[in-house]
């Protein structure tokens, strides 16, 4: 049996226990990544000749490249973009990539050997000045039930262009993760929850860019944000959860699976055909009602 696997050093991870984000860069290879790009490029290629065969779109845009097509696509139709949006994709390269080895091992240091792919993974194509992809301040925790609040769910947040300040990289505010779950606002009409200015710690925020190949990982009690998308790419990025499988994960909408364990290896999912079925025949719980929705006006 191989010994306990350990991706980050001691120091990482006491300056992720101590922050509640840390970037690890170069943690993946294009060779991780490009099928992955590879999968979204044929759902968006093939979408385009569908919706120009239907007169919705007046260009296929096949000379864009992968960080601009999807935004001129979108522009005259949302067809493409909802397809591959939050967790509606299955594909076996995502599959590949949530089960990537790399990041398996970064989730062991943190969460132990038993791991759990948490059901809320989601693919974000984020749009220029597109607000169904703008992301207020929120810990993850908030979308959780509390059962959860005290179990680490590790975020492991993965650019697949580079993501800079102009096209709207995250924001965290570093040592937040001990002051349990701040106030969060669901407003009907919003897409979001977020945490409302009065509510959010005093801490200077941190803007953290990060480079095709590294990854970001944050706590789900870490407050974080995306900032406004400037630029005329698509930031294009997958964010996944894992956590300690003996523990709930306070998700019922969607299926998480075992990715990774020494106690049930014959209970681990190794094959895309496997998850697409846990994701497809998933018969959905309620979601966590953990804020009452509330009235803004012009807020
Ligand atoms: O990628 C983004 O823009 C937002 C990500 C986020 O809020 C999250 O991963 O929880």
Known sequence: MRGVMKALTHTQIHDFNEKGYLLVEDALSPDDLNPLIAEFEEIVDT???ELYGEG?????????????????????????F????????????????????KLLDIAESLVGPEIMCHPAYRVRPKLPEHARTLVPW??????????????????IWIPLIDATIENGCLEVIPHAHREGVFRHRSVKARLYLDIPLDA????????????FGSVLLFTNLTPHRSIPNTSNQVRWSVDTRYQDASKPTGYQPEAGFLARSRLHPEDVITTPEAFKHIRDTHQPGPGPQRWAEEEIHNA
């Open 47 to 49: 979408g385009a000749s």
């Open 56 to 80: 919705e779109l007046d260009s296929t845009f096949k000379t864009e490249g992968f960080d601009t097509r999807l935004a001129k696509i979108t522009a005259q139709s949302p067809v493409v």
């Open 82 to 101: 909802q397809k591959l949006f939050s967790g509606a994709h299955t594909g076996p390269a995502l599959f590949e990539l949530l089960v990537n080895p």
């Open 138 to 155: 929120h810990q993850d925790a908030g979308y959780m039930e509390p059962d959860c609040d005290s179990v680490l769910q590790l975020t």
């Open 200 to 211: 959010l710690p005093e801490a200077e925020p941190v803007i953290i860019p990060v480079k």
